[in-house]
């Protein structure tokens, strides 16, 4: 069975600190995606990221940048210099190839962004 | 522009009445997904299908069904039997080779 943890809850900075959103998950296929979402208050879930299992290069999208690491099962995701925009809640995912590509959700981390 | 509609935005039901929630995508994905949101919970996947005509229980698929009869719609009914239906609803669609999967707005179904 699949599953990611999202240990932290809540999470309260200050604009313009950078913050690290943790993601843990657990699998037993060797080919599979680990995905960010991003859910503000109107509901929709906005897709950030997908990495494949295979590629652990880091990636930086302007302030976003993702940090894989297999051998500790961990896909983190800073935000550099916050800012208000970014207060939402955050979704790491796991899917795997077959099977529909199903995704396994974590439970979330509420981000606030505060002036 | 391509998207992924839902409908209605939100919606009432008394208890003992079936109910159906509407998406529509005119992305061209093959594959299109249900998943229910609770309080403080991540998502939990309700039904899926990969192909007209073709669908698949997920994790939490009693007291609800759905059909594909057409590529660009999966209208899910949430039925009497369904215990605990109040939940916000979020339909995904995903391209046949590819990974991510991309959301509507969401229905928020509440039961009164």
């Known amino acids: 069975a699949q599953k990611v943890t999202q240990a932290q809850t809540e999470i309260s900075v200050v604009e313009k600190e950078d913050v690290t959103l943790d993601c843990v998950y657990e699998?037993?296929?060797?080919?599979?995606?680990l995905f960010w979402y991003k859910q503000p208050p109107s509901g929709e879930l906005v897709f950030l990221i997908r990495?494949?299992?295979?590629?652990?290069q880091n990636e930086i999208s302007g302030r976003y940048s993702w940090n894989f690491q297999k051998s500790t099962s961990s896909f983190n995701f800073t935000i550099t210099a916050s800012q208000v925009v970014d207060s939402a809640v955050y979704f790491c995912?796991?899917?795997?190839?077959?099977?529909?590509?199903?995704?396994?959700f974590g439970t979330g981390t509420q981000l606030k962004v505060e002036l | 522009d391509g998207g992924i509609t839902q409908s209605p935005k939100y919606l009432f039901r008394k208890e003992g009445q079936n109910v159906t929630l509407s998406c529509e995508q005119n992305?061209?994905?093959?594959?299109m997904y249900w998943y229910r949101q609770d309080p403080g919970q991540g998502l939990r996947l309700i039904y899926y299908?990969?192909?007209?005509?073709?669908?698949q229980k997920g994790d939490i698929a009693e007291g609800y069904s759905v059909s594909r009869e057409k590529k660009e719609s999966f209208p899910l009914t949430v039925t009497s039997a369904q215990k605990n239906p109040t939940a916000f609803y979020l339909c995904?669609?995903?391209?046949?080779?590819?990974?991510?999967?991309?959301f509507g707005p969401g229905t928020r179904l509440t039961v009164l």
């Open positions: 995904a669609s995903r391209r046949d080779n590819y990974n991510e999967q991309f």
């Open positions: 699998t037993r296929d060797t080919t599979y995606y």
């Open positions: 990495r494949n299992s295979f590629d652990e």
């Open positions: 995912a796991l899917s795997s190839t077959g099977g529909g590509n199903k995704l396994t």
């Open positions: 992305l061209n994905h093959d594959a």
């Open positions: 299908s990969q192909i007209v005509n073709d669908f």
